[in-house]
């Protein structure tokens, strides 16, 4: 049970220090390399293997949920919402935080791309992208889907 917590920790860590990286580029590089010193000394695993396994971040560090929300009006019109990548119209989602459940994901991501208050009233689908045939990453992506 002590080695789950100390692996949880290390997670938080990990995403703590990778998102500094991405957002701040401040000195979270020592914070990186506790955590891989940690990873180390619970996984009794060389030093030179996390860091060769770990690729550099180039996004949102996150465990890779990607959460939609599904939005009707009263006259049943899709919510949608413009992608800053590519311009695109998608209904409202991104990248869950770490710790979120899916609605509470989806709720944040609904208010900060929309400034709207949303309910979720069910969960529609999961996608497991390990289960479809998607370019190979260092992480697998969820896509969760909520009403």
């Not at 690729?55 to 949102?60: F, G, H, Q, T, V």
């Not at 009707?72 to 991104?94: A, F, H, S, Y």
């Amino acid at each position: 049970m002590e080695k789950f917590k100390q692996l949880e920790h290390i997670k938080c860590i990990k995403a703590l220090a990778e998102t500094g990286l991405v957002y701040a580029k401040e000195r979270y590089e020592e914070l990186k390399e506790i955590r891989f010193k940690s990873l180390t000394s619970v996984s009794n695993t060389p030093l030179q293997v996390f860091q060769d396994f770990f690729l550099p971040e180039k996004d949102c560090p996150t465990v890779k949920v990607d959460v939609r929300g599904f939005v009707l009006n009263e006259n049943d019109e899709i919510l949608m919402v413009k992608e800053d990548v590519d311009g695109r119209w998608t209904i409202p989602g991104g990248w869950a935080d770490i710790g979120d459940s899916p609605s509470e994901a989806i709720l944040k991501e609904i208010k900060e791309e929309t400034g709207l208050d949303a309910r979720v009233e069910s969960l529609l689908a999961i996608y497991y992208k390990r289960c479809h045939p998607h370019p190979s990453q260092p992480f697998y992506l969820q896509i969760d889907v909520s009403l």
